[in-house]
């Protein structure tokens, strides 16, 4: 009754025949009149604004992610690094998610882990996505809240997705889609040894 969605929550959604295309194109342009590459004074309401930009770009996940740290005491340098964000959006304002109708339905997980990658305080970052088909329904970075004292440890979040993608897996019989083997992509065998389990579906 109200007719084919084209805007909803600062998305702009564009439905086509063979796909449809997310994006925050308009939220991004406001974001650049209301702040600007000056504004000095308004740091967490920007970091505010662009964390709700992640929403369709996974591409600036991770820096706001770092940035966002700062919001109580930000200095110069933190500045910086938002202005370089902004200049960044400015030139890609239209970026976002593509999702085609007919490129299947199998779901795939991706996971990586640095080792004290973090170079103001040496914590390790674990970053993960899940793909339906060629379609991106998932994903987040997050810094560990302990230091890694061996890559093994660095890599145990791995566990922590694998319960993810479980769970996504159950959502998908919801709609009569049963996904029995799950491929997991890890960069680190013994995380791959650690996250084995012979009664799991799941195939790393």
């Not at 920007?46 to 996974?58: D, K, M, V, W």
């Not at 970052?125 to 987040?140: A, C, E, I, P, R």
């Not at 810094?143 to 769970?167: D, E, M, P, R, Y």
């Not at 791959?192 to 389990?197: K, L, P």
Request: proline letters at 2%; charged letters at 25%; a positive charge.
């Amino acid at each position: 009754m109200m007719g084919e969605l084209t805007f909803f929550l600062a998305l702009q959604v564009k439905q086509l025949k063979d796909g449809t295309f997310i994006s925050q194109t308009k939220y991004t342009r406001d974001l650049m009149k209301k702040f600007g590459i000056e504004d000095q004074t308004r740091y967490r309401a920007l970091i505010e604004s662009l964390l709700y930009l992640t929403a369709s770009r996974p591409d600036i996940t991770f820096v706001i992610g770092v940035c966002a740290r700062f919001q109580s005491t930000p200095k110069e340098s933190h500045m910086t690094a938002t202005k370089r964000i902004l200049r960044y959006l400015k030139g890609c304002q239209e970026v976002g998610l593509w999702y085609p109708k007919k490129r299947g339905f199998k779901l795939v997980g991706y996971s990586d882990s640095d080792y004290v990658g973090c170079r103001v305080d040496r914590k390790s970052t674990s970053d993960t996505y899940q793909m339906l088909g060629n379609k991106l329904v998932s994903w987040f970075s997050k810094k560990q809240n302990s230091i890694a004292t061996s890559i093994v440890k660095a890599v145990h979040s791995h566990g922590k997705f694998c319960a993810q993608v479980l769970w996504m897996r159950q959502h998908l019989r919801d709609y009569d889609i049963e996904e029995r083997d799950i491929p997991i992509m890890c960069d680190n065998t013994s995380a791959i040894a650690i996250t084995q389990n012979p009664v799991s579906d799941i195939i790393l």
